[in-house]
């Protein structure tokens, strides 16, 4: 039995917290621009429909993903973010390259987040051929940078909740 397609990036709007308070850090890997390029599209366009004002999102380019964690470390030590979605894409070699980005930066991410007790948002796609990485940067499965907006604005809400 054939499943019908899902955009897995629609949301309930009414169940996003109001981002108008937050400032959003964005960390994005220069490499497979064509990609990164749409998830970055993607989440500016879910945190401005959700509050967040333009001037409080935080854009800055790196060379890969590999350095996503360096990149969200330095952004978390140097500026005032309540989140940061790092967005990078690894599509799948013929060697081993791959693995290692992908088990650092997974590892990288979390480790700036548990550190530093911020929203790190993991945006990364891990793709096998560059048709996946279209169809999940705005392609038929929708836009993950859509998502990492949505969780980021969930994660800096169940925090300030428990703040209180």
Not at 9 to 21: C, Q, T, V
Not at 66 to 71: C, D, K, S, V, Y
Not at 142 to 152: S, T
Request: aromatic residues 6%; negative net charge; contains cysteine.
């Amino acid at each position: 039995m054939a499943t019908a397609l899902k955009n897995l990036s629609e949301y309930d709007k009414d169940n996003i917290p109001d981002g108008a308070d937050y400032k959003i850090g964005i960390v994005v890997s220069e490499w497979n621009h064509n990609i990164t390029g749409n998830l970055l599209k993607g989440a500016e366009e879910a945190l401005l429909e959700n509050g967040v004002l333009a001037n409080n999102i935080l854009v800055k380019y790196i060379p890969g993903t590999f350095e996503l964690p360096t990149a969200a470390q330095f952004m978390a030590n140097y500026t005032e973010v309540d989140g940061i979605i790092t967005i990078g894409s690894v599509i799948q070699g013929e060697t081993k390259h791959f693995d290692f980005v992908c088990e650092a930066a997974a590892q990288g991410v979390k480790d700036v987040a548990l550190k530093h007790n911020l929203p790190v948002i993991f945006c990364v796609l891990t793709d096998n051929n560059l048709q996946q990485a279209i169809d999940r940067s705005g392609g038929k499965h929708g836009n993950k940078g859509v998502e990492a907006a949505v969780a980021c604005l969930k994660m800096i809400e169940l925090q300030e909740s428990l703040n209180q």
